[in-house]
């Protein structure tokens, strides 16, 4: 089923402002030209993908704003169950999150609201990403994704955080056309490098996109707040409360985790898919030994792929693309020793 016709099937409540096709033309630079999209195709073409359980992927600052300028829910990619589990999962959440919000969440989304109008987009930005990096970091979660209320009262991992602050930056007005949760996948088979999700925002005037991480385990943890385990800090509990303001977090031990896309330190990581509410965008397509092993074994495998500006390309017999690079074994222990 292609995502279009899954969009379509669901009501969700209108972003602010709402995300039409007239609104994202108006976006600057946004457009499907093939001169808008030439310079991220080409650093597609001319990068470096990443193989790992039978997927080739391209590296996360090598898609950069191509992320924003291509349509989600293109009706000539066919998107992957995985990709469509992550868009209903979302839309789950935000529907929980229409019903149910933390306590003092009306502060946290004015306070986001007056920095953007004193400071501009990107102060807000990390205004936002040092709030929800207040919340601690526990694994163990049942692979939803948590809305505010829950993620705040009892932590969650990186979906839960990028989850929050697209949620937060969505209330405070930013138009979620501007919003991508992003999935980043393994290097390599069978290694402890996870899947991992994050929120990239596109800010006006800047060079590139704005990569938000979130704290990783050994990091989560505040030293003020032994007493309980699980969801907000003590110093996220009184921003929310009214008894400390919300820049406080700026000078929190977390603080920000935000930087250009280029510069995060997630750039070289494979990107499988982009998506928000509306829809998804996949960036992998299978591996040259998968088709080879599918026709092998007797099932029907295309060879035949569409690239991201509609131009249909074949695998060779040799396994080889010849459109798209796929990285070597020493290209692939070149990237790791530097990323």
């Known amino acids: 089923m292609f995502l279009c016709a899954v969009a379509g099937a669901v009501s969700l409540p209108a972003a602010s402002p709402s995300y039409t096709s007239e609104a994202r033309s108006a976006l600057p630079g946004y457009s499907t030209t093939p001169h808008a999209l030439n310079p991220g195709i080409e650093r597609l073409r001319a990068g470096t993908w990443w193989e790992a359980n039978r997927k080739i992927r391209p590296e996360l600052a090598q898609v950069g704003d191509l992320m924003f300028l291509l349509p989600l829910a293109d009706k000539k990619l066919e998107p992957s169950s995985d990709a469509i589990g992550r868009v209903q999962r979302l839309r789950d959440a935000l529907r929980s999150h229409m019903k149910r919000v933390p306590a003092g969440w009306s502060r946290l989304v004015a306070q986001v609201r007056a920095e953007r109008a004193k400071a501009g987009d990107t102060s807000a930005v990390l205004l936002a990403d040092s709030l929800v990096n207040e919340v601690r970091y526990r694994d163990g979660t049942d ?153 092998a074994a007797g099932r029907s495998a295309s060879a035949m792929y569409v690239d991201e500006m509609g131009d249909p390309w074949k695998v060779d017999r040799t396994g080889t693309f010849p459109k798209w690079r796929v990285a070597t074994e020493q290209t692939r222990q070149t990237s790791a020793i530097g990323s």
């Open 143 to 295: 692979g939803s994704y948590y809305a505010p209320a829950r993620f705040f009262a009892e932590g969650g991992v990186c979906k839960d955080f990028a989850v929050a602050k697209y949620l937060l930056l969505r209330d405070a007005g930013f138009d979620i056309a501007r919003l991508r949760l992003v999935s980043l996948a393994p290097r390599y088979n069978n290694t402890p490098d996870d899947w991992h999700v994050i929120l990239v925002v596109q800010i006006d005037g800047a060079s590139e996109p704005l990569a938000l991480d979130s704290p990783s385990a050994p990091t989560a943890k505040r030293a003020d707040d032994t007493a309980n385990e699980a969801g907000s800090s003590a110093l996220l509990g009184a921003v929310l409360s009214g008894r400390a303001p919300a820049a406080a977090v700026l000078r929190a031990p977390a603080g920000p985790l935000a930087a250009p896309l280029g510069q995060s330190g997630q750039a070289r990581r494979p990107l499988a898919t982009v998506f928000n509410e509306e829809g998804s965008r996949s960036f992998e397509r299978a591996a040259p030994g998968a088709l080879r092993r599918a026709s």
